[in-house]
Structure formats: C-alpha cells, structure tokens
C-alpha cells in the first residue's frame, strides 16, 4: 500500500517546546497588562447600571446577588483568556510580526462584546428581576 494522499495525512507541527513558551510570554506580555483595563471597564459599566438605576437596584446589593455578579466576573475573565488560543494559533501560523501590531483590534472587538453581554445580561436578566 502507497502512502496515504495529501488531504488524509496528519498535518505536522514544528513548534518546538522552546518556540511555544516564546509565542506565550509574547501573549503574556500583551495580554496580562490589558486585563486590568478589560475589568475596569466592565466595572464601570456595572456601576453606572446601579447609580442611574439606584432605587432600582439597591436590593440587588445583598451577598447572593454580590457573589452571582462575582461570579459573571469570573466567566468575563475566563473568556477573556480565550483570546490566548487565538493568539496562540496566529502566533504558531507564522504571522508573529505582523500580529504583534494587530492583537489590539481583537482586544477592542472582544472588550464591545463583553460590554454588549454585560449590558444585556443587565438589563434582561439582572435589572426586571430586582425588586
């Protein structure tokens, strides 16, 4: 029997282990300081709910609702770090050098759809619900 044609055979991967602890401490190096900004802004967008809507709200500053709002913290960062297996991917296809420059635009396109999800968990599942 031949060998196995083109499209069936396993793709290799010459990413040393070396390699591989480089292309992370580059995402590191990027990702890790923008996280503080990724958080301040949900936060922000957290507190300016609670005081336009204050009256509203003031029953949802009680520990159960304290520790859910926790823990959707939690889920925001945790999603936030899936930005490394994107960057990760690029960084192994060879596009270091260009991607260095363009990893702020995922960065600001993944900080609009938190905020979009925030804000929508806000006002959908957290805002009618208090009382």
């Excluded at 900004?37 to 009256?55: D, Q, R």
């Excluded at 192994?92 to 609009?112: C, E, F, H, Y």
Aim: one cysteine or more; hydrophobic letters at 55%.
């Amino acid at each position: 029997m031949g060998p196995a044609p083109e499209s069936l055979q396993q793709p290799t991967s010459n990413l040393s282990p070396a390699s591989f602890r480089s292309h992370f401490a580059s995402a590191a190096r990027f990702w890790e300081p923008w996280r503080i900004a990724y958080n301040a802004v949900l936060f922000t967008v957290f507190c300016v709910w609670v005081v336009a809507s204050w009256p509203h709200f003031r029953p949802a500053l009680a520990l159960l609702p304290l520790l859910q709002f926790a823990v959707l913290g939690l889920i925001a960062n945790v999603l936030y770090s899936s930005a490394y297996v994107v960057d990760l991917t690029v960084q192994g296809a060879g596009l270091s050098v260009q991607w260095s420059n363009k990893r702020w635009m995922l960065w600001t396109l993944g900080l609009l759809l938190a905020v979009l999800l925030e804000n929508y968990w806000i006002a959908d599942e957290i805002y009618p619900f208090v009382s």
